[in-house]
């Protein structure tokens, strides 16, 4: 660690922590981040990091000065990142720190003991789905907390008018996911809808599972029942979940909606122009050694809005 401002480091599980690069991509991240620090009164860390091999050499000095250099301009990042989250939380609530070492790697360590991770993003939408970054991506997958995605240049929130959406099915990351949206959704007084998405082709062959589900322990495979028979089913298990968040979070406006379609096109399409969009980092179909599994993997490369992935 080069340096911080702001109140002393500790492990805090309370606290939000935003991956900060002083460019212009990682600023929605930052803003986003203070404002969910804001609304949850939260403490924030700020996080700069820095590798020697990949910064240019900083004017005319000897080389064992470099380091030095290199070390100080870091810290002014923070500085000024910092100085712009002060004015919004205070200075008891925010935290700089620079950090020699991958971004990735510190802020998954980071994740260890916090709240949320957040981290921005370059791509925005289907076209440029694939210039979400390997940082994004790789702590998306390996943090230890929730972790947010906040994709393109506009920072949306959740609040009256950006509702929470929400993806889910019966498995157990889905149930966290679920849980997380509801807390959101409560603290920032927004709405909160709830996406099933079914492939009934897809989803015999791949979950033949359900067939039991759907028809009862002993069935025969009619694929225009079970397609019925399954859709019918996802209808009532996700009115069950909707039921299940009014009864937690009697004042949250809770919707859902069935589509047929693929899950995370699905998820990311509905979650246009939403406050926050929340998956779990495994569905039904993922396994035990899934860090990422393909519906979040598809949300978080196509979304508009942010992503948060919850395991």
Do not use: K
């Not at 921005?120 to 972790?147: D, E, F, I, Q």
């Not at 709830?194 to 897809?202: F, G, K, M, W």
């Not at 996700?238 to 809770?254: D, I, S, Y």
Request: a negative charge; one cysteine or more; glycine letters at 10%.
């Amino acid at each position: 660690m080069s340096g911080h401002t702001g109140s002393a480091e500790a492990p805090d599980s309370r606290r939000i922590v935003v991956g900060y690069s002083g460019t212009e991509g990682s600023d929605p991240a930052l803003e986003w981040a203070i404002e969910a620090a804001r609304r949850e009164d939260r403490p924030l860390t700020i996080l700069h990091c820095y590798d020697l091999a990949h910064v240019p050499v900083l004017g005319p000095s000897p080389p064992d000065r470099q380091s030095e250099l290199i070390a100080n301009a870091a810290d002014e990042v923070v500085a000024a990142a910092v100085e712009r989250a002060v004015v919004v939380l205070g200075h008891e609530a925010v935290t700089g720190v620079s950090v020699l070492g991958g971004a990735a790697g510190e802020l998954v360590a980071a994740s260890e003991a916090a709240h949320l991770v957040v981290t921005g993003s370059h791509g925005r939408g289907r076209l440029l789905g694939g210039l979400l970054g390997s940082t994004s991506y790789n702590v998306t997958a390996h943090a230890r907390c929730p972790a947010v995605v906040v994709r393109g240049e506009a920072s949306l929130h959740p609040d009256a008018a950006h509702r929470v959406v929400v993806g889910v099915d019966e498995s157990e990351a889905a149930l966290h996911a679920l849980d997380r949206a509801a807390d959101v959704a409560a603290s920032a007084g927004a709405p909160l809808h709830l996406v099933r998405a079914i492939h009934p082709s897809v989803d015999l062959h791949t979950q033949p599972e359900l067939g039991p589900m759907v028809y009862g322990e002993t069935y025969a495979i009619d694929h225009a029942r079970f397609a019925d028979e399954l859709r019918r089913y996802a209808d009532d298990a996700t009115r069950e979940l909707a039921e299940r968040v009014r009864q937690q979070q009697p004042g949250v406006r809770v919707s859902f909606e069935v589509l047929e379609d693929s899950p995370g096109l699905a998820i990311a399409r509905v979650g246009e122009g939403a406050g926050l969009i929340v998956v779990g980092s495994r569905g039904r179909g993922g396994f035990a050694g899934m860090l990422l599994g393909s519906v979040s993997h598809t949300v978080i490369h196509h979304a508009t809005s942010p992503v948060m992935v919850v395991r």
